[in-house]
């Protein structure tokens, strides 16, 4: 039995394209494996979506008081990639994505991947 498309699917995928065409910018997925490039799994530029926290320090505690004297930044970042158009191959926790339209074209590490979306493929980020 084949499947059938849900009634929203149209809708749903201009949405992705409007989001697409605003919130989308240019990164640069690099595959690894063991640390090093992966061979079969060549880096690949596309645009998605790169949502990154705001940079805020907190103290271990978890407030802002100027008595502790470690501090930490805990930013969480996340892609969001439309998954109708990706075509590249599966990200794992490990592989590193470069943000190249920011400035320092700064990286980050995927920490884990969220594959259960059927509009997205969420990758968990850390800066790198």
Same mark, same amino acid.
């Given at each position: 039995?084949?499947p059938v498309a849900? =009634?929203? !699917?149209?809708?749903r995928d +201009? @949405?992705?394209?409007?989001?697409?065409? %605003?919130?989308?910018?240019?990164?640069?997925l690099?595959?690894?494996?063991?640390?090093v490039? /992966?061979?079969? =799994?060549p880096?690949?530029?596309?645009? $998605?979506v790169?949502? %990154?926290?705001?940079? +805020?320090?907190?103290s271990?505690?978890?407030?802002?008081?100027d008595?502790?004297?470690?501090r930490? %930044?805990a930013d +969480?970042?996340?892609?969001h990639?439309d998954r $109708? +158009?990706?075509?590249?191959?599966?990200?794992?926790?490990?592989d590193?994505v470069r943000?190249?339209a920011?400035h320092?074209m700064?990286?980050?590490? @995927? $920490? /884990? @991947? /969220?594959?259960?979306? !059927?509009? =997205?493929l %969420?990758l968990?980020?850390?800066?790198a």
């Amino acid at each position: 039995m084949m499947p059938v498309a849900a =009634r929203f !699917h149209n809708l749903r995928d +201009k @949405v992705l394209d409007c989001v697409d065409f %605003v919130l989308a910018e240019p990164v640069r997925l690099s595959f690894l494996k063991n640390g090093v490039a /992966d061979p079969a =799994r060549p880096l690949i530029e596309i645009e $998605a979506v790169l949502r %990154v926290g705001e940079g +805020k320090t907190t103290s271990i505690a978890g407030s802002r008081s100027d008595g502790w004297r470690s501090r930490i %930044v805990a930013d +969480k970042a996340q892609l969001h990639i439309d998954r $109708a +158009k990706y075509t590249g191959p599966q990200p794992q926790s490990g592989d590193k994505v470069r943000a190249l339209a920011r400035h320092g074209m700064p990286w980050f590490e @995927v $920490a /884990d @991947v /969220d594959d259960r979306s !059927h509009t =997205r493929l %969420v990758l968990n980020l850390n800066e790198a």
